[in-house]
T-cell receptor, first 109, second 114 residues
Framework: DAKTTQPPSMDCAEGRAANLPCNHS???????VYWYRQIHSQGPQYIIH???NNETNEMASLIITEDRKSSTLILPHATLRDTAVYYC??????????FGPGTRLSVLP | GAVVSQHPSRVICKSGTSVKIECRSL??????MFWYRQFPKQSLMLMAT?????????EQGVEKDKFLINHASLTLSTLTVTSAHPEDSSFYIC??????????FGPGTRLLVL
């Protein structure tokens, strides 16, 4: 079973920030939080990952709470092309990814 | 990010035939490759894990004699669906992992068995 819980769907207005939450209350100290997204009929695309500290790259920002039991993926200026299913995955060294159902983000014009 | 390719992108075959899908890491050496299957409106399910030069490890419920995996080099893994049946029709996705734990996914192969 997936170690994370995400809302099944979210809407976001184009140009606004999309904030996607993820709960991982049973995360272990050596487990990372990974985010991927899957656009229809394509393979998942890596977005970002982190352990404790907040992370930012050209695609998104990842905010991890101090107790590491939850995190938020932020797409600062959502576009129509960001419409996808977003997966939050918790994984430690040597473990395999377990995909949950993810959050279906719809960016609306 | 790293690039992983799959070939073919889609294939239609007759029931009882075998189909081979290739997965290549184009700009890094993949010590481990993974094969997933995704049915419509469902999430990805891991089928097997393969390390270069060794036998693949299959997840529970995945028939190793039906889904043959070969990981002959650090940049190539193949999945052969033997004696395919209509229930094997699915979206097959590979991923590759190098020194880091991050997996990079291929674009997927859509298999339709008639």
């Amino acid at each position: 079973d997936a170690k994370t819980t995400q809302p099944p769907s979210m809407d976001c207005a184009e140009g606004r920030a999309a904030n996607l939450p993820c709960n991982h209350s049973t995360i272990s100290g050596n487990e990372y939080v990974y985010w991927y997204r899957q656009i229809h009929s394509q393979g998942p695309q890596y977005i970002i990952h982190g352990l404790k500290n907040n992370e930012t790259n050209e695609m998104a920002s990842l905010i991890i709470t101090e107790d590491r039991k939850s995190s938020t993926l932020i797409l600062p200026h959502a576009t129509l092309r960001d419409t996808a299913v977003y997966y939050c995955i918790v994984m430690g060294y040597g473990q395999n990814f377990v995909f949950g159902p993810g959050t279906r983000l719809s960016v609306l014009p | 990010g790293a690039v992983v390719s799959q070939h073919p992108s889609r294939v239609i075959c007759k029931s009882g035939t075998s189909v081979k899908i290739e997965c290549r890491s184009l700009d890094f050496q993949a010590t481990t490759m993974f094969w997933y299957r995704q049915f419509p409106k469902q999430s990805l399910m891991l089928m097997a894990t393969s390390n270069e030069g060794s036998k693949a490890t299959y997840e529970q419920g995945v028939e190793k004699d039906k889904f043959l995996i070969n990981h002959a080099s650090l940049t190539l893994s193949t999945l052969t669906v033997t004696s395919a049946h209509p229930e094997d029709s699915s979206f097959y996705i590979c991923s590759a992992r190098g020194r880091e734990e991050t997996q990079y996914f291929g674009p997927g192969t859509r298999l339709l068995v008639l």
